[in-house]
């Protein structure tokens, strides 16, 4: 079946520092991966997405590539601020299948 | 601006009560999804439907069953509350095909005494 995994939280890093928060998947077919975002309080909203292998979503800043050879859809970006604090969640969807699979989340503090 | 809307952002019921939790969205989306979300665990699928009174298992169903007599809405049902039920509730909404994505309301966080 499909399944997702994200590296374990809580990650703490200071403001601008570099930040990855790594996911690996496992699916039949070729799936379409996606980040959400939980930021405080709130419900999920969507941060980027990528429907092929070697595709690129970007937003606000993070990116993330859609590597088949690795099946992997690791979330970058190159100066994190305080406001980036909040749960991401790696998920996946396969062709026929209108469910999201989520990975288990990953807490991210930036501090000041 | 789409939006998918819970009835009711925090609740506190007994064991043994019958719980109901409402979703409504107003993007015309054909399926609709009820996920449990408990720290260390992710999210995890209870139901989900992709048609008006369509409904199929998710992972974990046992305990909870839905209600979709109208496309905007879809009911989560608790018949007999239990304390490992405690947990927040998120329901979500899309239009069909593997490319798109689901759109979440704010999350419903249910405690049972």
């Known amino acids: 079946g499909n399944s997702v995994t994200q590296m374990e939280g809580p990650v703490t890093l200071s403001e601008e520092a570099f930040l990855t928060i790594n996911c690996t998947y496992t699916a039949t077919g070729y799936p379409s991966l996606f980040w959400y975002v939980q930021y405080p309080g709130e419900g999920l909203q969507l941060l980027l997405k990528a429907t092929k292998a070697d595709d690129k979503g970007s937003n606000k800043g993070f990116e993330a590539t859609y590597r088949k050879e690795t099946t992997s859809f690791h979330l970058e970006k190159g100066s994190v601020q305080v406001s980036d604090s909040a749960v991401y969640f790696c998920?996946?969807?396969?062709?026929?299948?209108?469910?999201?699979?989520f990975g288990t989340g990953t807490r991210l503090t930036i501090i000041p | 601006d789409v939006k998918v809307t819970q009835s009711s952002r925090y609740l506190v019921k007994r064991t043994g009560e019958k719980v109901f939790l409402e979703c409504v969205q107003d993007m015309d989306h054909e399926n609709m999804f009820w996920y449990r979300q408990d720290p260390g665990l992710g999210l995890r699928l209870i139901y989900f439907?992709?048609?008006?009174?369509?409904?199929e298992k998710g992972d974990i169903p046992e305990g909870y069953s839905v209600s979709r007599e109208k496309k905007e809405r879809f009911s989560l049902i608790l018949e007999s509350a239990s304390t490992n039920q405690t947990s927040m509730y998120l329901c979500?909404?899309?239009?069909?095909?593997?490319?798109?994505?689901?759109?979440f309301g704010e999350g419903s966080r249910l405690t049972v005494l």
């Open positions: 998920a996946l969807k396969n062709f026929g299948n209108e469910k999201l699979t």
């Open positions: 979500a909404s899309s239009p069909p095909g593997a490319a798109r994505e689901l759109f």
């Open positions: 439907s992709y048609d008006v009174k369509m409904k």
